[in-house]
């Protein structure tokens, strides 16, 4: 019998969500559990079954569970129903009841939005390329076009990699750093020339100036927990072939 789905919610977000954890899934190997990205090398009908569980618990049929092509981009695609080709898009927004937006993460920032008020909800994959280009705001922007207001938004970052886990170079701190002198206090310094970057620090700090309600952490690693968590730095670090995928959903 699989074990049972573990999903991580937020008191904050006034609309049906998770973000769930690798537990209760299909896939065995590297992939153990609930293992979603259909971009991995994991066999195609054992991740159906694993996203057809989310649908299941989330209270959809498996086709309204709606995932994009993920390109670390910044762009935010509407959607309203079942989607016959995954375009390339980093987030998602609706105001139709029943469409689960999903996103998927290996340690990049799941984030997920909603306006209860204007029954419009977003769920971005925010990297920290996505999210220097824009794809928060890109998502504000999207849910507004929908009749949302970013004053009633309350965005939350799911399991994510923690800054004592990402280590970076001197080149990736230059970048933000001629992008915005203030984006410095989310680096630390590491080893020699490494420093250690808050991703989540940083996603919060570009939502709340973006102007959101609220905006707020899980607070879970995905890199120190193998049990429960996939991590792409972890993977690569233990020298695997290859990684699963989490999945974050949300749903008015």
């Known amino acids: 019998m699989p074990t049972t789905l573990e ?18 899934g299909a896939s065995s190997g590297v992939f153990a559990g609930l293992n979603c990205g259909t971009g991995s090398s994991d066999q195609t009908e054992i991740v159906a079954i694993n996203r057809a569980r989310v649908a299941e618990a989330m209270g959809v049929a498996p086709d309204m569970l709606v995932t994009v092509h993920q390109v670390h981009s910044a762009k935010a695609l509407p959607v309203t129903g079942p989607l016959s080709i995954r375009p390339e898009a980093d987030a998602l927004v609706t105001d139709r009841p029943g469409v689960l937006l999903a996103v998927l993460t290996a340690d990049c920032q799941p984030v997920l939005f909603a306006d209860p008020a204007a029954k419009v909800v977003g769920a971005a994959h925010a990297g920290w390329r996505g999210a220097v280009d824009g794809v928060l705001e890109a998502t504000l922007d999207a849910m507004e076009a929908l009749g949302a207001r970013r004053s009633n938004v309350t965005a939350v970052i799911g399991p994510t990699i923690s800054q004592a886990a990402y280590e970076v170079g001197p080149e990736f701190f230059d970048r933000f750093r001629a992008e915005d002198e203030d984006s ?7 080893e020699g020339d490494r420093m250690l970057f ?14 959101v309600k609220h905006a707020e952490w899980t607070g879970h690693c995905t890199y120190r927990d193998p049990a429960r968590f996939f991590s792409y730095r972890r993977t690569t670090h233990a020298k695997e072939a290859d990684y699963g995928r989490l999945i974050s959903v949300i749903r008015l």
């Open 184 to 190: 410095t206090r989310f680096f630390a310094n590491g």
């Open 198 to 211: 808050d991703l989540p620090g940083y996603g919060l700090y570009r939502l709340r100036n973006a102007g």
């Open 7 to 24: 999903i991580i919610t937020s008191d904050a977000l006034d609309a049906r969500h998770g973000f769930f954890t690798r537990k209760g």
